[in-house]
């Protein structure tokens, strides 16, 4: 049975950095297409980053050069690095995935089969 499990988020002053990490288990995550998202209440879910099979990242705009996606197959996880971080990047922050080579667009959210809990992020000034 697949599983994904967030951790990591919490609270943090504008400017500052936290790291996100998904859990998985059943499936390598070398298999998977995966995807970071998040979601402000009251507005649709957003791709955040998404990562191939390969390791291969892709950013929505709002984020490119702050936030790091990355694979770790050793520890069958995927990990979200957020640098210099912004009010509007306050959400509840998921992990996605779906098996399989990853289709464009990389964030639209019906392809991802499976998803976690989330973990919230909150950013202040």
């Known amino acids: 049975q697949v599983q994904l499990v967030e951790s990591g988020g919490g609270s943090v002053q504008a400017g500052g950095s936290l790291s996100l990490s998904c859990a998985v288990t059943?499936?390598?995550?070398?298999?998977?297409?995966m995807a970071w998202f998040r979601q402000i209440p009251g507005k649709k879910r957003e791709g955040v980053a998404g990562v191939d099979q390969e390791g291969r990242t892709v950013y929505t705009n709002s984020v490119r050069g702050r936030f790091t996606a990355s694979q770790d197959n050793a520890n069958n996880n995927l990990q979200l690095r957020m640098d210099r971080l912004e009010d509007d990047d306050t959400a509840m922050y998921y992990c996605?995935?779906?098996?399989?080579?990853?289709?464009?667009?990389?964030?639209?959210?019906?392809?991802?089969?499976?998803w976690g809990q989330g973990t919230q992020v909150t950013v202040s000034s």
């Open positions: 059943g499936y390598p995550v070398n298999g998977f297409c």
């Open positions: 996605a995935a779906y098996v399989g080579f990853c289709t464009s667009p990389w964030d639209d959210e019906v392809e991802y089969v499976y």
